[in-house]
């Protein structure tokens, strides 16, 4: 080398370690056939990813429900601690599951046997880049390096083409949806008789192995699409959760929880807020994990439907058979979803009165009407706003907002609606959680339950027509 070469190169310094390899985002995640893989699902809602797992399997998938939050050291040695606090525990999981499966297998340890599942949104929010963080610290692991992300995107409403034949796609779809839906359910009916429950234990011991029911109904039916036998297990195991309710105890003041999806259904995160609201008196109702995925159907076919009116509107007739084709696609999912969606509800509230899911449509139609959010600008604010409009038209008597601590569309909602809270004297408490327990948290939930039972007294609830 040239002496003045050498002093260029001196001069620049050494080279620079090459972090992140784009093409790495691309091969290494996306969607990927899952056969003969062990496809791993983290637990935000432990019944929901039950009951997906046993779905996938009915399918000949290998799919395991990891454990979660056993890794938050890992996860928080491995992110800045400027990242989600979801991102922070979904990173701990999967490191910690890897570092077991490495223990218990040993030489035969294989990155690639395995798929991780992180799906992501599209839109002005951090979620869509939880799986790049996560690509990138497992890129820095030699023997994780080659652990593919198996992701799903609300881009396409979260389609499950590719990791399956084709020929099975659309039952798989139909087969999961239908366990979002009972796992909904079987929450619903959680908060439903828990707080009413003839002794304490009686219904989480209940629900635990309602899970398992229905995890072996899903294994069995769900590739066969029995969804009607399902559906039976899941009324019978009603009828007997019914009978945990003591009829002595009066119905409580009813509280709605809305927020980010990850932290208000995870207990371990949001440090189990609604066994604490009702440790105080109150019976909860959560949103749900079907309304989110309503959503991204629904945002998708609103989404081509302005652009086919764009289309028109500039001329591009080229563009115009792939807008109603989307339509057409979108608009029969979203049909098929809140067909199902309604059909299970009914089943259910014919023998038990669980409150029953808001319909996005519906959702955006408050927005509009309040003129308080716009579904253009995205996020679940659209939900959460909306939803708090709404448990107040159903005369909730209280409100809980939760979500991780900095979470921007969380946030939004609190801002736009705590002045409409005050205004309608209805209580709103939000509840940001990391992984640090807030000293006055559980003062602020007792001082909210305490307005929350004046609220019943004064006005009555949703059980008093
Ligand atoms: S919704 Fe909140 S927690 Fe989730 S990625 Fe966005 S900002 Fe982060």
């Known amino acids: 080398m040239a002496t003045e070469q050498r002093a260029v190169k001196k001069a620049k310094g050494p080279e620079p370690v090459k972090i992140v390899s784009f093409s790495s985002l691309t091969e290494k995640v996306g969607r990927f056939n899952l056969r003969n893989k062990t496809f791993l699902i983290p637990q935000m809602n432990r019944i929901g990813g039950h009951l997906l797992a046993a779905t996938f399997r009915s399918f000949g998938i290998h799919a395991k429900v990891m454990d979660t939050y056993k890794g938050l050291g890992l996860g928080q040695e491995y992110t800045s601690g400027k990242e989600c606090y979801p991102c922070q525990i979904t990173t701990g999981d999967i490191l910690y599951h890897m570092k077991k499966e490495k223990e218990r297998l040993g030489d035969a340890f294989n990155a690639e046997d395995y798929v991780y599942f992180m799906p992501e949104a599209d839109g002005p929010c951090r979620f869509g880049m939880y799986n790049k963080f996560q690509r990138i610290v497992l890129d820095t692991l030699p023997d994780l390096s080659r652990l593919k992300i198996g992701s799903l995107t609300t881009k396409d409403g979260y389609s499950l083409r590719g990791i399956i034949e084709e020929e099975k796609v659309r039952d798989i779809r139909k087969a999961s949806y239908l366990s979002v839906v009972v796992a909904d359910i079987l929450d619903r009916l959680l908060w439903r008789i828990r707080p009413y429950e003839r002794e304490p234990g009686m219904a989480d011991e209940f629900i635990e192995r309602s899970m398992r029911v229905m995890e072996e109904a899903f294994e069995t039916c769900g590739a066969k699409k029995e969804f009607d036998r399902i559906l039976d297990k899941l009324e019978e195991l009603i009828e007997e959760g019914k009978d945990i309710i003591d009829p002595a105890i009066p119905r409580k003041p009813l509280i709605g929880i809305v927020g ?76 098929y979803q809140e067909y199902r969606q309604k059909q299970v509800y009914r089943r259910v509230r014919a023998l038990i009165d669980l409150a ?73 408490l939000d509840t940001p959680y990391d992984s640090s327990t807030q000293p006055g948290r559980e003062a602020a939930i007792r001082t909210f339950m305490y307005q929350a039972h004046q609220h019943f007294k004064r006005h009555g609830g949703r059980f008093h027509d």
């Open 260 to 335: 980010e999806i990850y932290l208000r259904t995870h207990v371990h995160a949001n440090q189990d807020v609604i066994r604490v609201l009702e440790r105080y008196g109150a019976e909860v109702v959560n949103a749900s994990i079907a309304e989110w995925v309503n959503y991204t159907s629904y945002d998708r076919l609103r989404e081509a439907k302005i652009a086919l009116r764009l289309g028109l509107k500039s001329l591009r007739l080229n563009s115009l058979r792939e807008h109603l084709r989307s339509i057409l696609s979108y608009g029969g999912e979203l049909l």
């Open 356 to 428: 029953e899911d808001h319909k996005v449509g519906h959702l955006e139609k408050i927005l509009h009407e309040e003129d308080l959010f716009n579904f253009d600008v995205g996020t679940e604010a659209c939900l959460s706003i909306a939803g708090i409009v709404q448990y107040a038209r159903e005369r909730f008597n209280g409100v809980v907002n939760v979500y991780p601590f900095t979470c921007m569309p969380s946030t939004t909602t609190s801002a736009i609606i705590r002045p409409l809270m005050n205004r309608l004297r209805i209580p709103y």
